[in-house]
């Protein structure tokens, strides 16, 4: 019994199809499509202070995320962007009492680490960071510079007035 090319072609196709649906990786946090607009409560926690506000994040037309820090008084804390296949971040603004080589470099490593985590990286650790995942938020923590950072995801209805 012979096999046509055409049938190899098909089961190869097939077998090929399967495996990208599979390589699809599932984010923890991110943008839901290219044109999402997504906002989270942030709170950057350490043992003697914090800094919290509203997370706002968008994707750019590259793929990639720009997202921005703002506390309740409108005032930028942190500005950063996300490349298109998350394993990079960019830091572009910091504010002043943040903005220490040392800081900068802790706080663009655990971007970079809760930007690129996967549904698979929940609960592992890794070089000393931790993610998981509670009801609402998403809580990455480095345990090596004992610093935690909470999400929550904010929904439409908090936004509203009550009349």
Known sequence: MK???TKYFLLSSLLLFCVTLHAQKHYIVGCADST?????????????????????????????IKCALMNEFGISALNFSVSSDRRKVELVSVISFLDKWYIRKVLKSDLEYLFSATEDDLEKENHSKVIRRDDTSVILENKKYNITYTLEELKDKDYEVAQ
């Open 3 to 5: 096999t046509s090319p």
């Open 36 to 64: 999402a607009r997504q906002e989270y409560k942030m709170n950057i926690g350490v043992k003697d202070a914090d800094v919290s506000g509203i997370l706002v994040m968008k994707s750019d037309s590259d793929g990639g």
